[in-house]
DNA sequence: AAGTGGTCTAGACCACTTT
DNA sequence: AAGTGGTCTAGACCACTTC
């Protein structure tokens, strides 16, 4: 708990009860920051350290603005940001959720490929494989570990009718999944995501993906029911939770003769 | 021009005058919509009009708010969202900037593929042909025409260090872009986009892409310089302006050997 | 009735830019 | 010095939810 911001950089009076409320730690920090920012990062570490967890209900605006003696409108403008950014949802007269990864409108979040037609789409998750390895000097990079580092692998096919499309590799830091196992993860029902969350602590805040077309392997051609060299879409995506910290890494191919992967440019 | 609330439905004695601003006309619509929904409309409504062109200042909130009869912290949340669509480029001290394309910043706003490596990648541009056709039926339902229109197709690609990456082929509606010509293409600097909305008034805000893997028809593959086959990154474009209307397909062939299409998922 | 987030106003001071 | 957007406060009323 701190305040980057000395009275003598910013003169607010309006400031000055915020200032005494981060007392007692001398900040080096010369860059500015608004206070509203400031309470952002306040409520994130709590959030990130589990004070509220995912789903719970978090204080009043009013509450946390007698909390971190600031106004209402500004613990407001800094809840603003962190629902823009998915941290946290408003429900009018109930008050300000904890995201989760356990809601129907959190499903396809993460999983951006559609149907060409808008048929229903059945998914359908079989697990092929999970297995304790050694890290990869590539995998190490992605997960921010050291080369030969314990890493969960799993493999699975995901299927909409029937119709296997998708092929995926993930592999998970082996210090925070470490209890995972292929029956926990056959048995279990909806988003991977809200298993890491709801068993182990980690939730998911964003990802990158990088797509390319590649050629089907035989080993991958075999999986989606296609002849080798059939053109495929690699989606390697890497996972970050809290402050930026890599939690994730996959490798999906995507057979995208049926569909394709939505792109929203704004 | 019109405000979609009535004094009835919403009787806060501060909306009062602004309902009286839009007196005069009545609504027929029931939807409810908060008074900095229906000031963003009205802007948004001025900046399709062309009242002020991009590039150029907007009025300053305190005048919007007084020519609106609303308070400034109301045009101030109007301005918000417009800024966060990328609408509207507020500068401190200077006043708020209707967004152009003709910014360092904006160009590569709208092109996803990103080098591997981070070797500075010098673009260069290569018109193939221009030429005027009649709509197929795809062209017509992306443009939002009848089949047999008048079209302006477009086929370039796009060289990164010299060695060609992307084949791109461009619709656009004949009756806005009407004196486009090869020559005016190929002797423009700069991203298409500051073409089109300096030269045919049309400002694109919103484009959706649609991704998937093909293999290169020997077409594609001549001008890429791969053998037929070879896996390519299919990205199919559809680009919006204001009212979310239809101003131009694309379809771009992108060879992801040593590059890849970039997303973010938040 | 009480509490919550959602909207709106009014006024103040700040940092930045231009005159 | 004057004008602009950026931040912060304080107070009011609203719609929605729960008790």
Same mark, same amino acid.
């Not at 992605?142 to 592999?171: A, C, H």
């Not at 089907?216 to 402050?243: H, I, K, M, N, W």
């Given at each position: 708990? *701190?305040?980057?911001?000395?009275?003598?950089?910013?003169?607010?009076?309006?400031?000055?009860?915020?200032?005494?409320?981060?007392?007692?730690?001398?900040?080096?920090?010369?860059?500015?920051?608004?206070?509203?920012?400031?309470? *952002?990062?306040?409520?994130?570490?709590?959030?990130?350290?589990?004070?509220?967890?995912?789903?719970?209900?978090?204080?009043?605006?009013?509450?946390?603005?007698?909390?971190?003696?600031?106004?209402?409108?500004?613990?407001?403008?800094?809840?603003?940001?962190?629902?823009?950014?998915?941290?946290?949802?408003?429900?009018?007269?109930?008050?300000?959720?904890?995201?989760?990864?356990?809601?129907?409108?959190?499903?396809?979040?993460?999983?951006?490929?559609?149907?060409?037609?808008?048929?229903?789409?059945?998914?359908?998750?079989?697990?092929?494989?999970?297995?304790?390895?050694?890290?990869?000097?590539?995998?190490?990079?992605?997960?921010?570990?050291?080369?030969?580092?314990?890493?969960?692998?799993?493999?699975?096919?995901?299927?909409?009718?029937?119709?296997?499309?998708?092929?995926?590799?993930?592999?998970?830091?082996?210090?925070?999944?470490?209890?995972?196992?292929?029956?926990?993860?056959?048995?279990?029902?909806?988003?991977?995501?809200?298993?890491?969350?709801?068993?182990?602590?980690?939730?998911?805040?964003?990802?990158?993906?990088?797509?390319?077309?590649?050629?089907?392997?035989?080993?991958?051609?075999?999986?989606?029911?296609?002849?080798?060299?059939?053109?495929?879409?690699?989606?390697?995506?890497?996972?970050?939770?809290?402050?930026?910290?890599?939690?994730?890494?996959?490798?999906?191919?995507?057979?995208?003769?049926?569909?394709?992967?939505?792109?929203?440019?704004?």
């Amino acid at each position: 708990m *701190k305040f980057e911001v000395m009275s003598s950089i910013l003169p607010n009076s309006n400031n000055a009860d915020a200032q005494a409320a981060g007392a007692g730690i001398a900040s080096p920090a010369p860059t500015f920051s608004p206070l509203y920012q400031q309470i *952002k990062a306040l409520i994130m570490q709590r959030l990130e350290a589990g004070e509220w967890k995912p789903g719970e209900l978090i204080p009043s605006e009013v509450e946390l603005g007698g909390r971190f003696k600031v106004s209402q409108g500004t613990v407001r403008k800094a809840i603003d940001e962190l629902a823009a950014e998915n941290l946290v949802v408003r429900r009018q007269g109930k008050g300000t959720f904890v995201a989760t990864h356990h809601e129907t409108q959190a499903q396809f979040r993460f999983l951006r490929l559609m149907a060409d037609s808008d048929e229903p789409q059945r998914p359908e998750n079989k697990i092929i494989e999970v297995k304790r390895v050694r890290a990869s000097a590539e995998v190490a990079r992605q997960l921010d570990m050291k080369s030969g580092d314990s890493v969960i692998f799993i493999r699975r096919v995901k299927s909409f009718n029937g119709v296997p499309i998708i092929l995926e590799d993930i592999w998970l830091p082996g210090a925070i999944f470490k209890g995972l196992t292929a029956e926990r993860l056959v048995e279990y029902r909806g988003p991977l995501y809200g298993l890491f969350e709801s068993e182990f602590g980690t939730r998911m805040i964003r990802a990158e993906e990088r797509i390319r077309a590649v050629g089907a392997d035989p080993d991958a051609a075999g999986f989606l029911g296609v002849t080798p060299q059939t053109p495929l879409l690699s989606v390697e995506r890497a996972s970050y939770t809290y402050g930026d910290k890599p939690v994730e890494m996959r490798r999906g191919l995507y057979l995208t003769t049926n569909h394709h992967y939505q792109s929203e440019l704004s």
